[in-house]
């Protein structure tokens, strides 16, 4: 038996009067549930919410899942660091981590063992920028494009693509919410109308609230030393970065910067309470919304859900306008793959002709047969040069992966990284032995 207007049946299957129970007409749909999917989607939100923030249209009104997410007590004061080992050749820096933008630019997942070489220079921008270049800069981001030489610093040269993923995912949102208003009045429902105003003008007020610019400081202008960079990820890979001091700190030793447009904590908890306070009642008027309008919310959250997603999902290059930075990968004889932990540590060595970033950045353990290891591999590192010649499997080719810089390295019979350390512990173990044998005769 079944009772009222609900789906609840009391019978069991193969009773006489057991049957699937189905809604009699449109009127009897309930939604009041569609309210909830105004707040489903955070980890997706999350995901670009930094990068989405550096441009205007940031300001839109526009449909925003999980808006709460971009509500929080207190903002980021930094980008998300990666973990692993920066270490510089020549000026000594270390840092436990990697930089947000340094990590878009050269962050490739690398196999176990790995090492990788690139060199990372500012491209040389003499051309005038065109009405489109100034047009996205000055609109979208509220700033003049900066050419990457010269005297004149202009703003930061790292920068949210104009016309990214994120872009065509917020003005989704600002469809979406357009077209919502103009369905709530055709059909006159005033609180799908003041559901309209209050869920996308809050996100308005999050824009505003988290609207901010990237500021990487620069070195003062001169000619710049080298300023090479090794990187030691916790799978024991390595990458090397050829670089002159102004990019190193730029991407790896000075602070990324986050520049509120809202400096002031309280005025930003203001600004979080009101937001907060629209969105409590941008669901209430919206669980009172005409039912066929709320069909119309369901699917605009779905959509801009999906939207988001996607967004999350590509690679966060996609996100970024890195133009600025010219990459092009060296490669080694051998090629970058090794099978253990000294191998790849010499080929590091060799690439580097230096063992000094090694004990500034602990990349080897601090033992005696370590150490004289560590003399032989510079000593040996030092007698090999470069040549031009084809990357082996690059994952930076630039413009021609069949002339780049190719690193010789001795042939495995001649030196052997692991053999040599072998011998060396074994000299040190014969070493210790003896040592052990004269103090128990002389006691």
Same mark, same amino acid.
């Given at each position: 038996m079944?009772g009222?207007?609900?789906?609840?049946?009391?019978a069991?299957?193969? $009773?006489?009067n057991?049957? *699937?129970?189905?809604?009699n007409?449109?009127?009897?749909?309930q939604?009041?549930?569609?309210?909830?999917?105004?707040?489903?989607? /955070?980890?997706?939100?999350?995901?670009?919410?930094?990068?989405?923030? %550096?441009?205007?249209?940031?300001?839109l009104?526009?449909?925003?899942?999980?808006?709460?997410?971009?509500?929080?007590?207190?903002?980021?004061t930094?980008?998300? !660091?990666?973990? =692993?080992k920066?270490?510089?050749?020549?000026?000594?820096?270390?840092?436990?981590?990697?930089h947000? *933008?340094?990590?878009?630019?050269?962050?490739?997942?690398?196999? +176990?063992f790995?090492?990788?070489?690139v060199e990372?220079? &500012?491209? /040389?921008q003499d051309?005038?920028?065109?009405?489109?270049?100034?047009?996205l800069? +000055?609109?979208?981001?509220?700033?003049?494009?900066?050419s990457?030489?010269?005297?004149?610093?202009?703003?930061?040269?790292?920068?949210?693509?104009? +016309?990214? !993923?994120?872009?065509?995912?917020t003005l989704?949102?600002?469809? $979406?919410?357009?077209i919502?208003m103009?369905?709530?009045?055709?059909?006159?429902?005033?609180?799908?109308?003041?559901?309209?105003?209050?869920?996308?003008?809050?996100s308005?007020?999050?824009?505003?609230?988290?609207?901010?610019?990237?500021?990487?400081?620069?070195? =003062?202008?001169?000619?710049? !030393?080298?300023?090479?960079v090794?990187?030691r990820?916790?799978?024991?890979?390595?990458?090397? *970065?050829?670089?002159?001091?102004?990019v190193?700190?730029?991407?790896?030793?000075?602070? $990324?910067?986050?520049?509120?447009?809202?400096?002031? !904590?309280?005025?930003?908890r203001?600004?979080?309470?009101?937001?907060?306070?629209?969105?409590? %009642?941008?669901?209430?008027?919206?669980?009172?919304?005409k039912?066929?309008? @709320?069909?119309?919310?369901?699917g605009?959250?779905?959509?801009?859900n999906?939207?988001?997603?996607?967004?999350?999902?590509?690679?966060?290059?996609?996100?970024?306008?890195?133009?600025c930075?010219?990459?092009? /990968? @060296?490669?080694?004889?051998?090629?970058p793959t090794?099978?253990?932990f000294?191998?790849?540590?010499?080929?590091?060595?060799?690439?580097t002709?230096?063992?000094?970033?090694v004990?500034?950045?602990?990349?080897?353990?601090?033992?005696?047969?370590w150490?004289?290891?560590?003399?032989?591999?510079?000593d040996?590192?030092?007698e090999?040069?470069? &040549?031009l010649?084809?990357?082996?499997?690059?994952?930076?080719?630039?413009?021609?992966?069949?002339? =780049? +810089?190719?690193?010789?390295?001795? &042939?495995?019979e001649?030196?052997?990284? &692991?053999?040599?350390?072998?011998?060396l512990?074994?000299? /040190?173990?014969?070493?210790?032995?003896?040592k052990a044998?004269?103090?128990?005769?002389?006691?």
């Amino acid at each position: 038996m079944s009772g009222g207007n609900n789906n609840v049946t009391v019978a069991l299957p193969g $009773e006489p009067n057991w049957a *699937v129970w189905w809604y009699n007409g449109f009127d009897n749909f309930q939604l009041d549930i569609v309210g909830f999917l105004a707040v489903l989607g /955070e980890g997706s939100v999350l995901a670009n919410a930094q990068v989405s923030a %550096l441009s205007r249209l940031f300001y839109l009104p526009r449909l925003l899942p999980a808006p709460q997410a971009l509500m929080r007590p207190s903002r980021p004061t930094t980008l998300p !660091p990666t973990t =692993a080992k920066v270490t510089g050749i020549y000026s000594g820096n270390v840092k436990d981590h990697v930089h947000h *933008v340094a990590n878009v630019l050269l962050g490739v997942p690398l196999p +176990t063992f790995t090492v990788r070489c690139v060199e990372v220079k &500012k491209k /040389e921008q003499d051309y005038k920028p065109t009405r489109m270049d100034n047009f996205l800069d +000055t609109f979208l981001r509220g700033q003049r494009r900066a050419s990457t030489g010269g005297p004149n610093v202009g703003p930061p040269l790292v920068k949210a693509k104009a +016309t990214g !993923p994120l872009t065509w995912v917020t003005l989704l949102g600002f469809a $979406e919410a357009l077209i919502l208003m103009i369905a709530s009045i055709t059909f006159g429902d005033g609180m799908s109308i003041l559901a309209t105003i209050l869920l996308a003008g809050l996100s308005s007020i999050i824009g505003v609230s988290n609207k901010w610019t990237l500021k990487l400081p620069r070195r =003062a202008q001169g000619r710049a !030393p080298r300023g090479d960079v090794v990187i030691r990820y916790p799978n024991g890979s390595y990458l090397i *970065v050829r670089c002159d001091e102004d990019v190193a700190r730029e991407l790896y030793f000075a602070p $990324e910067e986050i520049e509120y447009e809202i400096k002031s !904590p309280a005025v930003y908890r203001m600004l979080s309470l009101l937001g907060t306070l629209m969105l409590m %009642l941008g669901i209430v008027a919206l669980a009172n919304a005409k039912l066929q309008l @709320q069909f119309a919310w369901a699917g605009a959250f779905i959509i801009i859900n999906i939207g988001h997603w996607i967004a999350a999902a590509v690679p966060h290059r996609m996100h970024w306008d890195l133009s600025c930075y010219q990459v092009r /990968e @060296q490669g080694v004889v051998g090629g970058p793959t090794n099978s253990n932990f000294t191998e790849a540590l010499w080929k590091a060595i060799l690439l580097t002709k230096s063992t000094r970033w090694v004990k500034n950045g602990a990349a080897a353990p601090q033992t005696r047969v370590w150490d004289d290891w560590l003399v032989d591999a510079e000593d040996e590192a030092k007698e090999h040069k470069s &040549k031009l010649g084809e990357l082996e499997d690059p994952v930076w080719p630039g413009d021609s992966p069949d002339k =780049a +810089t190719i690193w010789e390295a001795p &042939k495995s019979e001649d030196w052997d990284p &692991k053999q040599i350390w072998d011998e060396l512990n074994e000299e /040190e173990k014969q070493a210790e032995s003896k040592k052990a044998i004269i103090t128990t005769q002389a006691a």
